[in-house]
Nanobody, 115 residues
Framework: QVQLVESGGGLVQPGGSLRLSCRGS????????MAWYRQAPGKQRELVAG???????DYGDSPQRRFIISGDSAENTVYLQMNGLKPEDTAVYYC?????????WGQGTQVTVSS
């Protein structure tokens, strides 16, 4: 059974950084396009980083340039490094693994940016 488990969320002050992790079981991330999404209360889920194919350590930058997705194929873990956090970044963050015919989500981890 496929399972994605996010961790690393929490409360951070504006301007701070967090690194989220997404560990997979029953799935090999190197065969999937990996991405991070977020959903704030009352808003639609949106893409924040990726998609990027696994098998390499550095997947590249997000369009916002504050969020960087990377991965460790040996650990079957994908990370989201978030820098310069703002209150509007407050949301539940989800890891996603996608390929043709398959789409998997984690349960999400809460990130709250507040002073």
């Amino acid at each position: 059974q496929v399972q994605l488990v996010e961790s690393g969320g929490g409360l951070v002050q504006p301007g701070g950084s967090l690194r989220l992790s997404c560990r997979g079981s029953g799935i090999i991330f190197g065969f999937y396009d990996m991405a991070w999404y977020r959903q704030a209360p009352g808003k639609q889920r949106e893409l924040v980083a990726g998609p990027a194919r696994g098998g390499v350590t550095d997947y590249g930058d997000s369009p916002q340039r504050r969020f960087i997705i990377s991965g460790d194929s040996a650990e079957n873990t994908v990370y989201l490094q978030m820098n310069g956090l703002k209150p509007e970044d407050t949301a539940v963050y989800y890891c996603n693994a996608h390929r043709s015919g398959s789409d998997y989500w984690g349960q999400g981890t809460q990130v709250t940016v507040s002073s």
